[in-house]
């Protein structure tokens, strides 16, 4: 092992872009669905819709998350 | 590298002809499927289901509807009913109470006139009685005053007012 | 390293790899026809949804046996939760057939996914859902000519009232592009990388499970430790089952609310 070798980060670069790239999505699932429940609870009558939109807000989101894992296997 | 293989991830996102070709047959076929068979299919059920559930509610409610019907043509007929009977009970009461008066009159009209010819009988017999009695008891008493006194009692007059005061005196004492 | 990792390991775990998604063709090589094993499972999926739904449509009685119950849950499902409730009833109608395959379609090829056998779902080439969206792309534009017109349509959406002019110049190139190519690509890439996502998990932690079950040298501690990758592949099963409901669903979901956007606001 020389002196150049020590440091080396075995791996893919694009697995830290993916990671990095849930942050995102993940807060905002997390705000989603905090949000739903707590409308939810204010207004049980309404659950029916507020969940739909929930699901709309969700695939929204999901297509962000999903983008950063489409990238890590498109970008070398 | 483990799990991104020889392969350019990209190639996954580049459509393939015989792919195209794939899909498009499969989503044409399923299209078909779905718009010309199963959901006219099912929309034809649902139809003739809720089409029949709501046969049975007006079903039900017609016969509920004959039902109220027949239950207040009988209950009106039982009134009637009761009614007429009623009626029927009195007018039976009034003629039975109208034939016992009838009766109760006849009767006292026959006992009194019975009685009225009793009496009548008993007072024209009392009255022939009285004056057979009262001739024989003239000729009677004539004879035996004759017989006692003995006495020529020829006169009329004295002979007949002699009876008579003897009469009067009889029935003076009748009376008594 | 990797001979170190030789020496301490009988056999690399046959982890799957994105080559699953392309496989070599079966059939047919080489022509428009060809045949992997990937169309194939959607061919067999094909027949089994026809022949299934067909025959239960066949023999569908007013009085619903249970398997009847169920599919009828799953149309009524569609058409009060998802085009009912977001169209309403009378716009809704005319689109249902067109939701219905979506979501019935969506779920079954997603469902092979899970299949023993297949497990590989028929949505996982990226011309499937392709093709998904760019219906819906085309009725939402269809919709949108026949309710407001083209140009209106275009105004509608990429010029919208009270906003200041300057912001249009930002704001129409987005929104035109949102139109024509956002919506059916993200349909598109939420329903295929969901897809192949979940069967790098599954079959990940499934070729760990086998890998130190019965690759593995060392017993003792391969075993519980590859009872745990099976569990864990089992779990991510179950999920995938939801997932494959979930994208079903939210397919239909989204297509129905992109082609009640083609209408004029009431």
Redesign the interface.
Known sequence: MDIITLAEV???L?VIGYGLATLGPGLGLGILFGKAMESTARQPEVS??IQ?IM??G???V??LG??G??A????? | MVTLAETDGIALFIPKTYDIVWSLIILVIVAVFFYKFFMPKFNAIFDERAAKIEGNIAKAEAAKKDADEAKRKYEAQLSTARVEASKIRDDARAEASHIIADARSRAESDAAQITANAQRSIESQQQQAMVSLKGEVGALATALAGKILGAKLESDDVQSSMIDKMIDELDTSDKK | MSEAMGMLLAAEPDLPTIDDFLPRGILFQGTPFEINRIILIRIVATVLLLVVLGITAKRAKLIPGRWQGVVEMGIDFVRDSVVYQIMGEVRGKRYLPMISTLFFTIFVFNLCGIIPGMNMAATATVVMPLVFAVWVLIQYWITAVREKGLWGYIRDECFPKGVPWPVYILLAPIQLCELVLIRPASLTIRLFANMVSGHLLVATTLAFAQYWVIESANKLAGIPVGMLWFLFGLVLTLFEAFVAFLQAYVFAILSTVYISMSYPED
């Open positions: 075995a791996g893919n694009s029916g819709k739909m699901f709309i969700l695939a929204l999901e297509v999903l983008l894992f489409v890590a296997l498109i970008v070398k």
